[in-house]
């Protein structure tokens, strides 16, 4: 409920119309910043940070910035950090995401943190679907490198390209070329029966 509330709170993708109130608009965002506060509860605090993350606004850096700096001790609600900044449509997206594998509170050897950085990257629309198949290549090799740690975790994030066929032939075609980057890669039992049924 209070996620809802708070995307109620925020203005839509488009510009206000004629009629529309604009302070009101412009006001928005900072609804959401406050929500994110740090005497708010985590709860709260995440439910307005998804309503902001399509929102290209300061508030929304600096809502990301207090959250982190908040809760940087609690491993578990830090993993929300991780996948809302992967999330977060932004130009340098993918270059984000590189820095946060990176992060010193990143575990790359727990589930949850790769599940947190790598599954919220492919739920960063513009980013892991880029027309020049940047995001299908950064994948396949972040499959293969968490492969040789966690089988199980990677042959779970390979059936990420398991719809390949349903996309535009551009996509079809760098999605192809992504599975057959891990078709090449030395990959355990678990990963390579689902390439195998990827690429069948």
Same mark, same amino acid.
């Not at 708070?6 to 119309?17: F, G, H, Q, T």
């Not at 057959?180 to 030395?186: H, R, W």
């Given at each position: 409920l209070t996620r809802v509330c708070?995307?109620?709170?925020?203005?839509?993708?488009?510009?206000?119309?004629a009629h529309a109130p604009r302070a009101a608009h412009a006001r928005a965002p900072r609804r959401g910043w406050r929500g994110t506060r740090p005497?708010?509860?985590?709860?709260?605090a995440r439910a307005?940070?998804?309503a902001l993350r399509p929102i290209d606004c300061p508030e929304r850096d600096q809502a990301l910035a207090a959250f982190h700096d908040r809760w940087q001790d609690k491993p578990v609600i830090l993993d929300s950090w991780f996948s809302l !900044?992967?999330?977060?449509?932004?130009?340098?997206?993918?270059?984000?995401?590189?820095a946060l594998l990176l992060h010193p509170r990143f575990d790359p050897l727990a589930p949850n943190s790769l599940r947190a950085v790598l599954g919220g990257f492919t739920a960063n629309i513009s980013a892991f679907h880029a027309?020049?198949?940047?995001?299908?290549?950064?994948?396949? !090799?972040?499959?293969?490198?968490?492969?040789?740690?966690?089988?199980?975790?990677?042959?779970r994030m390979a059936k990420v390209f398991s719809r390949w066929r349903s996309y535009g032939p551009e996509r079809q075609a760098a999605m192809r070329a992504a599975i057959?980057?891990?078709?090449?890669?030395?990959l355990s039992a678990n990963t390579s029966e689902v390439v195998a049924m990827l690429r069948s």
């Open positions: 708070c995307c109620y709170l925020m203005p839509p993708l488009a510009p206000p119309c005497a708010r509860r985590a709860t709260w307005a940070l998804r !900044e992967a999330s977060t449509p932004r130009s340098d997206s993918l270059e984000r995401v590189r027309v020049d198949g940047s995001g299908y290549r950064f994948m396949a !090799e972040q499959i293969a490198a968490v492969d040789a740690r966690n089988p199980i975790t990677a042959s057959e980057l891990l078709d090449g890669a030395p």
